[in-house]
């Protein structure tokens, strides 16, 4: 399971816990473990780190109580907004990944 964590933005936010795991597992069809080893297979990583980010966001307009239904376009446009390097931080503290490591989405598998 992911570690419980929110990160708020100018007009959005991440929400990493629980209910997060439950909306991306249902999303992804596969469990958080499944989803990060789609993260490094060409053809299937963006898609991946979508729904993984997706169920942040989900999770997150649900704790606020907005009422926002979150759309797979609208996270790709968060995760723009963002950039690169704060939506990796955000990826490795929400699954609790030491500072110093590579995200696991990163390298993909190597095949012989």
Request: aromatic fraction near 10%; avoid cysteine; charge should be negative.
């Amino acid at each position: 399971m992911i570690g419980k964590t929110i990160y708020e933005y100018d007009g959005f936010g991440f929400k990493f816990g629980m209910y997060a795991s439950a909306i991306i597992e249902k999303e992804s069809g596969t469990s958080i473990s499944g989803l990060i080893k789609r993260m490094g297979i060409e053809g299937e990583a963006t898609q991946a780190i979508l729904q993984y980010f997706y169920g942040g966001a989900v999770a997150y307009e649900a704790h606020k109580k907005t009422g926002r239904k979150i759309t797979m376009d609208e996270v790709a446009d968060m995760l723009e907004q963002i950039g690169d390097q704060e939506s990796v931080r955000i990826f490795n503290e929400s699954l609790g990944v030491p500072k110093n490591s590579e995200a696991p989405m990163t390298e993909g598998p190597t095949q012989p």
